[in-house]
């Protein structure tokens, strides 16, 4: 027996080097290597051997450039996607129907293709089509997708790559793992803020019911809107503005400009005009002594007059050819 294993011993060098020996069919000795991570590792070498034709298989290849020094934030937000997409793609295409390879060459280790490629720019997606096959193309230079439009989730990166391949050749779908701490940090949340509204409910309730409140905060939203407070948000409108004499322009010239302060000045001019005509209305009728009253409707009536007069000044100053005023501005 123990000559046995002496020579067994003797022969494990030589099963080693059988056993890490390439096969010879470069699709498959890559897909070996993407079973556990879903992407290819590439180098200068083995991306020349990846993408070299002829070729019977698609491949997809990511330059990226990972490393700190380069800055390339979309680059290190982008790759957990890729592999993602590499992942899920390796799980549900068991068979290798697709015939598709997806590889990743960083900058670090593919700076002799970056040079080639003439790329000036990461992270970039190269599509290879089969050069030999039933789904070979005639066209043998990749399609090249850009990241114009910001970060892309793999979902976005899997629609892309789909319409490259023939439309019988099933495409396998993003699988995603499940995020137990998202599931965990809404279930609280929801579970907290309906807790806070069963306590609260009692206090919440009559507050919400009451039509003052609700009236009040219609009649704030109304004068806010009616008096530019949107327009100036889109219009990014400043706030006031010198008046060439060393003093500060309240309102803007022209009835299609306005300032910020201009606006609130705007919306609390016609905040005392409703205030003063729902006195008169609703207040001033229910006061009992006819004397009172009767001071109550002067009163009202002059904050009318003033408050009104003040607004058509103001029109007058935005514009000269306003011919509309009242005494005693």
Known sequence: MRWLQILTASLLPFTALAAKKPSGDRFNDFRAKSLSTGTVKLDDVSYSKFTKAPRDYAVAVLLTAMDTRFGCVLCREFQPEWDLLGKSWVKGDKNADTRLLFGTLDFIDGKSTFQSLMLQTAPIILYFHPT???????????????FTNGPQSAEQIHAWISRQLPADVPKPAVSRPINYVKIVSVTT?????ITFLAVASPYLVPVLQNRNIWAAISLIAVLLFTSGHMFNHIRKTPYVAGDGKGGISYFAGGFSNQFGLESQIVAAIYGVLSFATISLAFKVPRIADARAQQFAVFLWSGVLLCMYSFLLSVFRQKNGGYTFWLPPF
Request: proline share 10%; glycine share 16%.
């Open 132 to 146: 030999i096959g039933p789904n070979a193309r005639v066209d043998t230079q990749p399609i090249r997708f850009d």
């Open 189 to 193: 949340g929801v579970l907290g803020v």
